[in-house]
């Protein structure tokens, strides 16, 4: 191709590097030089308000790969991305599939499930706390009143009532992102396919499997990807709600990170806490990368 | 295999009523085509007959069942959509399976099915292809095969042809034909053309704004129009229609428009006095010699014929159709003259009935009105 250039294509493609020179500029100092930096920065022993340290070479990664700590809060950020995935799957499609009815007030509905997603996430978090309050929470108070208990339930500060209020809220917050995904899918599913169906003598829950779910399934594995990359680095939420109490037991990989960085002022052990996420990460993205590069080859 | 019985069905969608009160008797391993243009009713007629919608007033019969409360899948029907509805993430072979596994055939017993259907349509080679892999024509006989594979009593086709490319659109309208025949089941097939209609069916049910206008044989809807519509509808090119007047002259009745006056002989008890309007198809216009004077305005050469358009004298234009040898050029002045026995007269109005007797005998009395 380079041989055969005609002088107009060689301009165009100079138009094209100048195009996309100050996106690519952006990208290296905001993404790439982080990045290096992070991973430099986990050789050495650093002590974060001075940012200065000596190399301790691999240490860092042994000795977290020993502690406890890190173990732990893997396991933690485990147990809250699967499950408060899962529950912004199964709560999605639920509720994309009653938006898609003809119901009379589609619209207003539909405007509606999108707010725990546009809210701020300090704000839905506050409100959050205020719910499960054990003195004035209205959690409490309807559940004593339905006379489910007799006292207060501790929603934040005990386990495993921590672990699962931090999923639930994690859930209410991100399953609009997954009722707006399988909506636009669900809209594009030809009228067709379902009278076809009808008329080869499939009943509603034959024509779910067979019809709808084989069709969100695109959609769905790049959901579910995209949400466990971004569920995996959640931090703004966990740390608001429970700061990954009570003790450590929900303390999830970030909220590790910037109690080290930050707390400890330990800036080399967290960055190298940060590159064993971003390594885990990567294995999700590639999976993305491939699914996605695939689905438009197709 | 079962007849098809519409009784004053009507369906209306809010305010707009897509079929007014059709009655329809289809006999059992007929091919009715359901033709007429855009939103005349054809394919909300075979929505209902199929279950996807529902009349709003009157019955559908099917065999000897009132079918209106019975959901699609029990009413052993099957259909054939415009878009193929083929499942995309099923291979063909399980395509073709499914209306059998909903029905709760066995693996084994569906296999025997899927090959026979398989093979009947050429499918065998594609049997474990998905869909997306298969041309428009294959997924289209892919589509045919999960309608036949459980032998229904009717057989429902939307405009099954029309996705497809001119040449292949031919070679399948045979093959729907010659399967008819070696089925044998009643096929009802929603079509806007009038090729198809024309070439496959046993009678046309022609609509327009959801009213049937004629349930007939291919060769009588052509020869004997039921109304203006159908006249004008049926036919490549089309019948040319001159607006004018019917007077009484005794027993017989005599047309006249600027540039053209003739006996047309008797007519049915419907034609009165006043507006009418007369209808001659391309054939019957014989260039040459006659009494009506004409300019030759545009010539179309199609190959094996040639359609010609003349304009009257007194402003009406006419097509003719004359074969290929014969040639006019543009400008010329001819005389012609116009099959008199083969001319339909209709009453005014878009739908103006046929006022032609049923034997449709005219007197071939033709003059100029300008000599």
Known sequence: MSSSNTLLERRYAALGLMLIAPTVLVFCAVIIYPLVSAIYLSFFNIFTPTLEGEWVGLSNYTELLQTGQFWSALGNTLIWTIGTLSLQIIFGIAMALVLHQNIWFRSLARSLILFPYFISTVVAVLVWKWLFNDLYGIMNHLLISAGIIDFPMDFLGTMPNAMVSVILVGAWKYFPFVVIAVLARLQSIPDALYEAAKIDGAGPIARFFDVTLPQLREVLVVIILLRAIWDFKEFDLIFLLTGGGPINDTQTLPLLVYQEAFALNDMGRASAYAVVMMAIMLVFMIVYIRRTRSEGGS | ?371
């Not at chain 2, 294959?138 to 939307?158: E, H, S, W």
């Not at chain 2, 044998?184 to 009678?203: C, F, I, K, N």
């Open chain 2, 1 to 371: 295999m079962a007849e098809v019985i519409f009784s004053e069905v009507k369906k209306s969608f809010g305010a707009f009523t897509a079929v007014h009160g059709l009655n329809l008797h289809i006999t059992e391993g007929e091919f009715v085509s359901l033709l007429g243009p855009s939103g005349c009713g054809k394919t909300t007629t075979l929505r209902m007959l199929a279950g996807l919608e529902f009349p709003t007033s009157g019955d559908i019969q099917i065999g000897d069942r009132v079918v209106n409360d019975i959901p699609p899948g029990q009413r052993d029907i099957a259909m054939v959509f415009q878009s193929y509805a083929l499942y995309p993430h099923m291979s063909v072979a399980d395509n073709i399976a499914y209306p059998l596994k909903k029905r709760g055939v066995g693996k084994a017993d569906r296999s025997i099915a899927v090959a026979k259907t398989a093979e009947l349509l050429q499918l065998t080679e594609l049997l474990k292809r998905k869909p997306r892999q298969l041309s428009g024509g294959q997924q289209q006989r892919v589509a045919l095969g999960r309608a036949l594979v459980r032998d229904p009593k009717v057989f429902l086709l939307d405009e099954p042809l029309s996705n497809l490319d001119a040449k292949l659109r031919g070679y399948m309208r045979v093959e729907l034909v010659e399967l008819h025949r070696r089925l044998g089941r009643t096929m009802v097939y929603v079509t806007h053309d009038q090729l198809e209609a024309m070439t496959m069916s046993d009678r046309i049910a022609v609509m327009e704004g959801g009213v049937l206008q004629q349930f007939a044989p291919p060769a009588e809807v052509y020869a004997a129009p039921a109304n203006r519509f159908v006249a004008s509808f049926i036919g490549t090119p089309g019948m040319t229609l001159m607006d004018g007047a019917l007077s009484r002259q005794g027993g017989t009745w005599r047309f006249e428009a600027p540039g053209i006056s003739m006996d047309v002989g008797a007519l049915n008890d419907r034609a009165e006095p006043g507006g009418a309007c007369l209808g001659v198809r391309p054939e019957h216009v014989l260039i040459g010699q006659g009494p009506v004077n004409g300019t030759i305005q545009v010539v179309e050469k199609t190959g094996h014929e040639n359609i010609v358009i003349i304009g009257l004298e007194g402003g009406q234009r006419l097509t003719g159709r004359v074969p290929a040898p014969q040639s006019w050029s543009i400008g010329e002045n001819v005389q012609l003259s116009l099959d008199a026995e083969q001319a339909h007269i209709f009453g005014p109005g878009p739908h103006g009935p046929r006022l032609n007797l049923p034997s449709n005998v005219a007197t071939p009395d033709l003059k100029s009105a300008a000599n």
